[in-house]
Structures are given as structure tokens and as C-alpha cells.
């Protein structure tokens, strides 16, 4: 078995969660799928900021758990949902860490979307 390096965030690799101010919603083909105001920005390294939503805040009828799984030495194992909507299926168009690294803990229970398979908006209050 294998041993998985466990990485800290740095000043090379750096990670920035804070809150997002205002709502946040996602469409998938067009569909309102979450609405929230209680997103989290995650800044990491030179990516683009992602939005982590509660998964209470994404319509559980459109989610459907898949079989992939991911591996990030920063926040750790990550599953998939496939979204429907509009009466189309997006294959892993959601990710989560169910249990992320304590450096990143305040993901845990929320879930992000890929912004080429979903369209994420951000309406400042």
C-alpha cells in the first residue's frame, strides 16, 4: 500500500479561503441548480478562485453520486456527482472532499462546480 504525501500550504503554494459576499447560483444547461449566499472562495496557488457551495444549498434531485475519485495532496480525496438538468446528464460536473485536510477543513460539506460544465454567477450585495 502506498503512502500519500500530505502537503501544507506555503507561500509557494498558497491557500485562501474566505467568504464570498453575495449570492451565488449555478445554472447546468440552463437550469438554476444552487443558490446561495454562504459560498466560500478558495484561492489556491496561481488557479482561478472555485466556489465551494453547501450542499444544501444544491437541489438534491438533479446530483447523482458516480464512481470517480480524485487525489489532491493539498485537501484531499475527492468524489463526483453527475448533474441533471434540462433533461441532460453532465458527467462529474460537481466535486467534494468529504473529508478535507484540517488545512482546508471548511470545505468539508460543500461541494464545487467545474466552471466548463456549469455556469457560475456571483451577484455582489
Given amino acids: 500500500m502506498s503512502t500519500r ?4 500550504p506555503t507561500a509557494e503554494h498558497p491557500i485562501a479561503i ?8 449555478v445554472r447546468v444547461n440552463g437550469e438554476l441548480v444552487a443558490d446561495t449566499r454562504a459560498a466560500l472562495g478558495l484561492a489556491e496557488s496561481t488557479y482561478p478562485v472555485v466556489q465551494y457551495i453547501p450542499i444544501s444549498d444544491v437541489d438534491p434531485a438533479v446530483l ?4 470517480t475519485q480524485t487525489y489532491c495532496p493539498y485537501k484531499g480525496d475527492a468524489s463526483y456527482f453527475s448533474v441533471t438538468a434540462a433533461g441532460t446528464t453532465v458527467e462529474d460536473a460537481i466535486w467534494t472532499y468529504n ?3 484540517p488545512a ?3 470545505i468539508a460539506g460543500r461541494v464545487a462546480f467545474y466552471p466548463d460544465k456549469a455556469d457560475i454567477s456571483i451577484d455582489p450585495d
Avoid: D
Fill in 99 to 101: 473529508e478535507p485536510y
Fill in 18 to 25: 474566505t467568504p464570498t459576499t453575495g449570492r451565488v447560483q
Fill in 104 to 106: 482546508v477543513a471548511a
Fill in 5 to 8: 504525501e500530505i502537503r501544507q
Fill in 64 to 67: 447523482t453520486a458516480t464512481g
